[in-house]
């Protein structure tokens, strides 16, 4: 069984493949910062499958969330052809969704990136911020928990 460490408080996590592309890449051939960002959506949008709440899902509740902070601490760089893997960790659902990622070489293990984001739920019908995320999101995550438990 894998180690809790650095998984999160809830241990709900993913880890996903992606490569670096020529039009990710700037003139020295490194990928540009601003594409980090397009990289940590991919890891987002793999956390929120896992725990089952799909963006479509959250939009049929009227309901969305925009990402209010976002920060990124670039180590070492990323280049034309390399295989990444991002780790996406749920740090926090209740209130927010507070995520963490590490981005790593997938060949040689060497950490690249981390960083945060925020995103807070936004009601689409009042057009007001949600300060407690919805039942729809805190009960599949709370189901996860549950079932990792019984594992």
């Known amino acids: 069984m894998e180690s809790r460490e650095g998984n999160g408080p809830y241990n709900i996590y993913t880890e996903t493949e992606f490569c670096v592309e020529f039009y990710d890449v700037d003139l020295m051939g490194v990928a540009w910062h601003g594409h980090y960002i397009k990289y940590f959506e991919i890891g987002r949008r793999s956390l929120l499958e896992k725990i089952g709440y799909y963006y479509h899902e959250m939009k049929n509740a009227d309901c969305v969330f925009p990402v209010i902070e976002i920060s990124v601490k670039y180590l070492n760089p990323l280049k ?5 893997r991002i780790k996406t960790i749920l740090m926090e659902y209740e209130n927010r969704l507070k995520i963490k990622y590490e981005i790593r070489n997938a060949e040689t293990g060497v950490l ?7 995103q807070m739920a936004f009601d689409l019908k009042s057009g007001e911020s949600r300060f407690i995320c919805p039942d729809d999101l805190t009960g599949k995550v709370e189901a996860l928990i549950k079932k990792m438990r019984n594992k």
């Open 112 to 118: 690249t990136t981390k960083g945060t984001s925020t």
């Open 80 to 84: 034309f052809i390399d295989r990444a």
